[in-house]
């Protein structure tokens, strides 16, 4: 079982529409999570970080935590073309001590003008 | 403004030649780590260090090495490239345990 999992396919959603991207993880005990935007040819950009369980909201962006099932989810309210990236899930796995991030291999959100 | 720079943005190389990418950080962070980003695989981690003098493999380590000589560098050395070394590498620095890693702009390495 890979660490982070990321399966959804590429994501098109209308401009205005909610965007939920999801994320699953292996290692029951870890304890961070966070979620970075790349735009094409840039490099990755922490959009948000949670800790513990229930929601997280920042502006337009919402993380998820639910340790009990291993995953975590980031909604994105309002889309806007802007929001056009790739999504990567990221996680500290206890296995590494919690300081190593293990990615997942991320969703390309396209938001339709 | 605390930053990371990577050096060369873009490079072409030959195979078999030996190539540094450069990594340098202002944050002060003890954690520095290289990653290499291709299409389906996603960021996989090369090398890594916790500090001065530390060095550690991640999972694709072969034909890779890394020094820590100070707080602020970390370059990663391909001993002799390959094609399959085709990549964008990102160097990243974290401060502690729990916290969020900081990315470089990332260098394009191309091995014809």
């Known amino acids: 079982q890979k660490e982070v999992e990321q399966n959804s396919g590429p994501l098109s959603v209308p401009e205005g529409a909610i965007a939920s991207l999801n994320c699953t993880y292996s290692d029951r005990v870890s304890q961070s999570f966070f979620w970075y935007r790349q735009y094409s040819g840039k490099s990755p950009e922490l959009i948000m970080s949670?800790?513990?369980?229930g929601d997280k909201e920042d502006g337009r962006f919402t993380a998820q935590l639910n340790k009990a099932s291993q995953y975590v989810s980031l909604l994105i309210r309002d889309s806007q073309p802007s929001d056009s990236a790739t999504y990567l899930c990221a996680v500290l796995p206890l296995l590494y001590g919690n300081n190593r991030l293990a990615f997942g291999k991320g969703n390309q959100v396209v938001v339709i003008p | 403004d605390a930053e990371i720079t990577q050096s060369p943005r873009h490079k072409i190389t030959e195979t078999g030649r030996q190539v540094t990418l450069a990594c340098h950080q202002t944050?002060?962070?003890?954690?520095m780590f290289w990653y290499r980003q291709d299409l389906g695989h996603g960021l996989r981690l090369i090398h890594y260090?916790?500090?001065?003098?530390?060095?550690n493999k991640g999972e694709v380590s072969d034909g890779y090495s890394v020094s820590r000589s100070n707080t602020e560098d970390l370059p990663l050395t391909l001993e002799s490239a390959a094609s399959s070394q085709t990549s964008v590498y990102f160097c990243?620095?974290?401060?502690?345990?729990?916290?969020?890693?900081?990315f470089g702009q990332g260098t394009r390495l191309t091995v014809v």
């Open positions: 944050w002060n962070h003890n954690n």
């Open positions: 260090s916790y500090g001065v003098q530390d060095t």
């Open positions: 949670i800790y513990s369980n």
């Open positions: 990243a620095t974290r401060q502690g345990m729990n916290t969020e890693a900081f």
